[in-house]
């Protein structure tokens, strides 16, 4: 669907993109990860055809972005960062608009706008002067124009960029809702917004990829050598932590809590090749021990992604 | 079809604005107050009744109408890139499947509407006047009102070229203004420049050039020399909405 090969922009002096390469297969949701300044809005830019790379070139359906730029647009549905959407208009104004510049014909248009306002909640304020609208109705006006012509490839620069909590969760529901048909790249720097709605991660830092994995792996540190989880376990015996510790596939056990004198919350590391899952199941199985709860330790995810810029950087 | 979609947007925008109402009642009032001060000198000085209106009442009616028009089309045109870079919907449109001459085209034609709006109001002047005189003798108006035309279309490109520069109205705004001064201007130096460059400015300035419409000439070099004009500052126009590929 998109390749992405040996894609440099320069700016005069300024590098923004250096040797960008990935890949993105139909139906994969990809999260563009990084600080601000790593080059997230210039990929999204060039994917969008706004302008050409420096260097290399990006295809998307087989379609170069430099020599069939109208050809891709049709197929892409953008959102831009902060963008102040013609404040003056009416959102269904707007979406009329947006609608025939896509190419979508007459007799197709109303049933296609009244489907786009339904799925992005905007039945209630189709009427409404967009600048009069709050930030999150503002935001699904945005994101609907960019489903309009049901593209195959959804790109989402910072998507929840200045939105309160609600409209956050409203907002990561609502783009959820629209994966699986179609390819959707999110723009973004906050790590929890990729774990949540991407299935693959590419970690942007200065202009580099630094790093392209699935975001599973990036959440429990695979991607960085590290296997970490957390087990609930029940048991009668008190040097529970001894005995994971020896246990050859894991590396080192640490209790995190006592929750009551027979159950106990531990934090357990192995190699990477280590399956823990199984390897403690089987335990547990061998001591009748009783596992409450397992679940991939997420919660060093902010570590993870620091730490993977902090050895770029070195 | 694109064009016709954004040309209808802009003429929205511009229905939508306050600006545009504000713009139209000055022009009316100025406009109106230059054709009566023009038409009481010509009523003064006419006394034997034998000059022509063309010469002696349109031709200055139409002078006092460019400099309105220089004065307040900057405010027609500062809008219309400007705030689009401003708002960054110019990257959502950049995003749909239309080129770059397509929007330019769209918001030309929708500020050239506005202006022929504009022009089409000072009619009530003219037919005031040949209602009173008869239609005789008035053909040369035609040329007026083209050289008129031709003024509009440079004054829109030039504008849309300063608006295409920066994402702040009011430097687009202050900008125009100031080109449209300077084509004023232009030939006002005698002292300064000698005889030829006066004669080599006198046919780069705008203003100048029109009043041979307005004495009901049409000369082809006049009109070579606005399209050439007007195509060169749509292709400025055209290369800075490009030059994104060169923004950081």
């Known amino acids: ?314 | 079809m694109n064009i016709l979609t954004i040309m209808k947007k802009e003429l929205l925008a511009y229905i939508l604005s306050p600006t545009i109402y504000a713009v139209i009642t000055i022009f009316m009032v100025l406009s109106s107050y230059f054709f009566y001060t023009d038409l009481s000198f010509y009523n003064t000085m006419n006394v034997a009744g034998t000059s022509n209106p063309v010469e002696g009442l349109f031709q200055f009616y139409f002078n006092d109408l460019r400099f309105i028009l220089m004065l307040i089309m900057p405010f027609l045109t500062m809008r219309l890139l400007s705030e689009e870079k401003k708002q960054k919907t110019f990257e959502l449109l950049c995003s749909y499947p239309i080129r770059d001459s397509e929007i330019l085209a769209g918001k030309f034609l929708s500020c050239f509407l506005v202006y022929l709006f504009m022009i089409f109001l000072t009619l009530i002047n003219v037919i005031y006047i040949c209602l009173q005189w008869g239609f005789e003798g008035f053909q040369p108006l035609l040329a007026g009102y083209l050289g008129l035309g031709l003024l509009g279309l440079c004054l829109i490109s030039c504008g849309l070229f300063i608006s295409s520069l920066t994402e702040k109205q009011i430097v687009a705004g202050m900008g125009t203004l100031g080109i449209f001064v300077l084509f004023w201007f232009l030939t006002w130096n005698e002292m300064m420049a000698g005889e030829k460059l006066i004669n080599f400015l006198t046919r780069l300035s705008l203003f100048d050039r029109l009043e041979f419409f307005f004495k009901g000439v049409i000369d082809t070099q006049d009109i070579v020399f606005f399209s050439i004009f007007i195509i060169i500052f749509i292709c400025f126009t055209l290369f800075s909405m490009k030059s994104r590929k060169l923004e950081v």
């Open chain 1, 1 to 314: 669907m998109i390749e992405v090969k040996s894609v440099s922009k320069i700016f005069g002096s300024v590098v923004a993109l250096n040797n960008v390469s990935f890949k993105a297969e139909h139906g994969d949701i990809i999260g563009l990860l990084g600080p601000n300044g790593a080059g997230k809005s210039t990929l999204m830019r060039i994917l969008t055809c706004y302008f050409a790379p420096t260097m290399g070139w990006v295809k998307i359906d087989g379609l170069n972005v430099e020599k069939e730029a109208i050809k891709i647009k049709k197929k892409i549905g953008y959102f831009p960062e902060e963008i102040d959407i013609y404040p003056d208009m009416r959102v269904m104004e707007f979406l009329d608009f947006a609608a025939n510049l896509k190419g979508i014909n007459k007799a197709d248009k109303k049933q296609t706008l009244d489907q786009i306002v339904e799925s992005c909640g905007l039945g209630d304020v189709r009427r409404r002067i967009i600048g009069n609208l709050s930030k999150g109705y503002r935001r699904r006006v945005g994101l609907s124009q960019a489903l309009l012509n049901d593209p195959q490839l959804l790109l989402l620069d910072e998507p929840t960029i200045g939105l309160d909590p609600p409209q956050v969760l409203e907002t990561r529901k609502l783009i959820k809702g629209l994966t699986g048909k179609r390819t959707v790249i999110i723009s973004t720097h906050i790590l929890p917004e990729v774990t949540q709605m991407c299935n693959k991660v590419v970690i942007l830092n200065k202009g580099n990829v630094i790093l392209e994995d699935n975001a599973e792996r990036l959440e429990m540190g695979l991607s960085m050598g590290m296997n970490r989880l957390h087990a609930r376990i029940e048991c009668p015996e008190n040097h529970l932590i001894d005995i994971l510790k020896k246990v050859p596939d894991f590396k080192d056990a640490q209790l995190i809590e006592t929750i009551n004198p027979r159950c106990f919350e531990v934090m357990i590391e192995a190699e990477v090749e280590t399956d823990i899952p199984k390897a403690l199941c089987d335990l547990a199985f061998s001591k009748k021990w009783v596992l409450r709860e397992i679940r991939p330790d997420s919660s060093s995810l902010e570590e993870n992604f620091m730490e993977i810029l902090t050895k770029e950087r070195s």
